[in-house]
């Protein structure tokens, strides 16, 4: 699979779906409460999230512009840093023929894998790395990963279902061998961006930044799954939503959360730093 170097738009994809699905991660607790109302079941489980340091988790489903996906990723939150993998079908923005797309994101700078074609475009490096500060460009790469949207707390979507007007308890699920708890809800970004003035301030940036990226998307209205288990952490969690380029429909299982993760930057040797690329292309005096 070759990942185009050339144009800003197929990499601004990549950092698009980056964002998305790093924006997924969900849930964490330690009391047990078997027979909390679903409201308030759902309410614990977003409280939980704000102890999270590190996650592990798979993802899979569709993206506006890319289609099918699926990957894993490993997350840091404190300092923020993240290594994701994903499979993506031919068609989509960030990759047109499909296939392997791997990111890391550390340090203000996003890597992006591009594979045998950038290597040939690029002598030999196959990584290209993003400098948001270097580049000068923050405001407009932050969409890549960069500190404008990166730096959020990935869990914040999980209080999204505390916006939901009704939200329903399905029943009881085994997700991954683990029984859960599953819960349903429908609202709209209107209704989740009013309910933020009840939120204390560290939640509401993140969930504000949250929502800037639906909005950017052209998501109204998302339909919210998320399952619960009985030490009252999120399992699994699922976002459904029309958007601009196509529909929403992802689902994020978790492996395991607040374990060690490590992410390294690639070898300085397989990466070509588009900064110093953009520099040496500039005509001297």
Same mark, same amino acid.
């Given at each position: /699979?070759?990942?185009?170097?050339?144009?800003? $738009?197929? @990499?601004?994809?990549?950092? !698009?779906? $980056?964002?998305?699905?790093?924006?997924g991660a969900v849930g964490c607790g330690s009391e047990k409460s078997l027979d909390m109302e679903p409201a308030a079941a759902v309410a614990k489980a977003a409280k939980n999230?704000?102890?999270?340091?590190?996650?592990? =988790?798979?993802?899979?489903?569709?993206? +506006?512009?890319?289609?099918?996906?699926?990957?894993?990723?490993?997350?840091?939150?404190?300092?923020?840093?993240?290594?994701?993998? /994903?499979?993506?079908?031919?068609?989509?923005?960030?990759? +047109?023929?499909?296939?392997?797309? &791997?990111?890391?994101? %550390?340090?203000?700078?996003?890597?992006?894998?591009?594979?045998? *074609?950038?290597?040939?475009? %690029?002598?030999?490096?196959?990584?290209?790395?993003?400098?948001?500060?270097?580049?000068? $460009? #923050?405001d407009e790469l932050s969409q890549l990963g960069g500190a404008g949207q990166a730096d959020q707390n990935p869990t914040s979507e999980a209080g999204f279902l505390t916006g939901?007007?009704?939200?329903?308890?399905?029943?009881?699920? @085994?997700?991954?061998?683990? *029984?859960?708890?599953? =819960?349903?809800?429908?609202?709209?970004?209107?209704?989740?961006?009013?309910?933020?003035?009840?939120?204390?301030?560290?939640?509401?940036?993140?969930?504000?930044?949250?929502?800037? *990226? =639906?909005?950017?998307?052209?998501?109204? *209205? !998302?339909?919210? #799954?998320?399952?619960?288990?009985? #030490? &009252?952490?999120?399992?699994?969690?699922?976002?459904?939503?029309?958007?601009?380029?196509? +529909?929403?429909?992802?689902?994020?299982?978790? %492996?395991?959360?607040?374990?060690?993760?490590?992410?390294?930057?690639?070898?300085?040797?397989?990466? /070509? #730093?588009?900064?110093?690329?953009?520099?040496?292309?500039? +005509?001297?005096?």
């Amino acid at each position: /699979m070759g990942l185009s170097v050339r144009t800003r $738009a197929g @990499t601004a994809g990549v950092g !698009l779906v $980056a964002l998305v699905l790093a924006g997924g991660a969900v849930g964490c607790g330690s009391e047990k409460s078997l027979d909390m109302e679903p409201a308030a079941a759902v309410a614990k489980a977003a409280k939980n999230t704000e102890e999270i340091k590190s996650l592990n =988790y798979r993802m899979a489903g569709e993206i +506006p512009g890319e289609g099918e996906i699926e990957g894993t990723a490993s997350m840091s939150l404190d300092p923020v840093a993240m290594s994701m993998k /994903m499979e993506l079908a031919p068609g989509g923005t960030s990759a +047109p023929e499909g296939g392997e797309v &791997e990111i890391r994101l %550390l340090d203000n700078a996003m890597f992006v894998n591009g594979g045998e *074609q950038a290597a040939e475009e %690029l002598d030999g490096k196959s990584w290209i790395k993003f400098d948001m500060a270097a580049l000068g $460009a #923050d405001d407009e790469l932050s969409q890549l990963g960069g500190a404008g949207q990166a730096d959020q707390n990935p869990t914040s979507e999980a209080g999204f279902l505390t916006g939901a007007k009704d939200v329903e308890e399905v029943g009881t699920e @085994t997700v991954d061998g683990v *029984q859960t708890t599953h =819960y349903k809800g429908e609202v709209s970004l209107a209704d989740l961006r009013a309910s933020l003035k009840d939120e204390d301030e560290k939640t509401r940036e993140a969930r504000e930044k949250s929502l800037e *990226q =639906y909005e950017d998307m052209g998501v109204d *209205q !998302l339909t919210m #799954d998320l399952w619960v288990d009985a #030490d &009252e952490r999120t399992k699994q969690f699922r976002m459904r939503g029309d958007a601009e380029q196509g +529909p929403l429909d992802l689902t994020i299982t978790f %492996l395991d959360i607040n374990k060690p993760v490590e992410i390294k930057a690639p070898p300085a040797g397989e990466t /070509m #730093d588009l900064a110093e690329m953009m520099n040496d292309l500039e +005509p001297t005096a």
